[in-house]
């Protein structure tokens, strides 16, 4: 399972997606496939018996089985990471804007307004170096090392992934394409028979 979960968690990182996000979709995934193993209970017992599967709420679980049904479960949940926030913060904010309106540049350090006291207003807990760091790895902004200003790049939050970076993603999911073969079949066979006999890998 950790072997199977790695390429993925790579590139979530790559691309800037937070915990949260990737906890939504699992929750979606879990739901989704114990809704699947129950086709034939009724709509009553079947929130149970899922929050007795999956360990999720039975309010998370009646929210998650309506949106399968409408077709909405298909549509990735809202990111929001520091680094959204910060952006989004930065775009948006009269204080920190130029008279066009858009994002102005902002020295590093010092009282408002500066990226160091833009960074403070989302999170006390994460160090304005850090965010800025983040920013700089997703290709969102830029850092003026002789003069110790910094500006944005994008109008968008879309981070940047690297051609390498994305093609290393594709070359591990394919080197761990037959072992997630094989744990499907061995969690299939576990699933639907008393005395699973497991394949060999």
Same mark, same amino acid.
């Given at each position: 399972?950790?072997?199977?979960?790695?390429?993925?968690?790579?590139?979530?990182?790559?691309?800037?997606?937070?915990?949260?996000?990737?906890?939504?979709?699992?929750?979606?995934?879990?739901?989704?496939?114990?809704?699947?193993?129950?086709?034939?209970?009724?709509?009553? $017992?079947?929130?149970?018996?899922?929050?007795?599967?999956?360990?999720?709420?039975?309010?998370?679980?009646?929210?998650?089985?309506?949106?399968? $049904?409408?077709?909405?479960?298909?549509?990735?949940?809202?990111?929001?990471?520091?680094?959204?926030?910060?952006?989004?913060?930065?775009?948006?904010?009269?204080?920190?804007?130029?008279?066009?309106?858009?994002?102005?540049?902002?020295? $590093?350090?010092?009282?408002?307004?500066?990226?160091?006291?833009?960074?403070?207003?989302?999170? $006390?807990?994460?160090?304005?170096? =850090?965010?800025?760091?983040?920013?700089?790895?997703?290709?969102?902004?830029?850092?003026?090392?002789?003069?110790?200003?910094? =500006?944005?790049?994008?109008?968008?939050?879309?981070?940047?992934?690297?051609?390498?970076?994305?093609?290393?993603?594709?070359?591990?999911?394919?080197?761990?394409? =037959?072992?997630?073969?094989?744990?499907?079949?061995?969690?299939?066979?576990?699933?639907?028979?008393?005395?699973?006999?497991?394949?060999?890998?």
């Amino acid at each position: 399972m950790r072997e199977m979960l790695g390429p993925p968690a790579r590139l979530a990182v790559a691309r800037g997606l937070p915990h949260a996000t990737l906890d939504d979709l699992l929750k979606q995934a879990l739901v989704e496939a114990a809704d699947r193993s129950h086709t034939e209970l009724p709509p009553h $017992r079947l929130v149970n018996r899922i929050t007795a599967a999956t360990g999720i709420h039975r309010r998370e679980v009646s929210s998650l089985i309506a949106a399968l $049904r409408e077709g909405r479960a298909q549509q990735p949940p809202a990111s929001r990471s520091h680094a959204s926030e910060l952006f989004t913060h930065w775009r948006t904010d009269r204080a920190y804007c130029d008279r066009r309106g858009s994002a102005a540049e902002l020295v $590093r350090q010092g009282p408002a307004p500066s990226f160091e006291s833009l960074a403070q207003c989302i999170t $006390r807990d994460v160090h304005p170096r =850090s965010l800025l760091d983040e920013l700089l790895r997703l290709g969102m902004a830029a850092h003026d090392t002789e003069l110790d200003t910094v =500006s944005l790049l994008r109008e968008a939050f879309v981070p940047r992934v690297t051609k390498s970076g994305c093609c290393r993603y594709w070359d591990e999911t394919w080197a761990t394409t =037959s072992k997630r073969r094989w744990t499907s079949c061995c969690a299939t066979t576990v699933a639907t028979s008393s005395r699973p006999c497991l394949p060999t890998a």
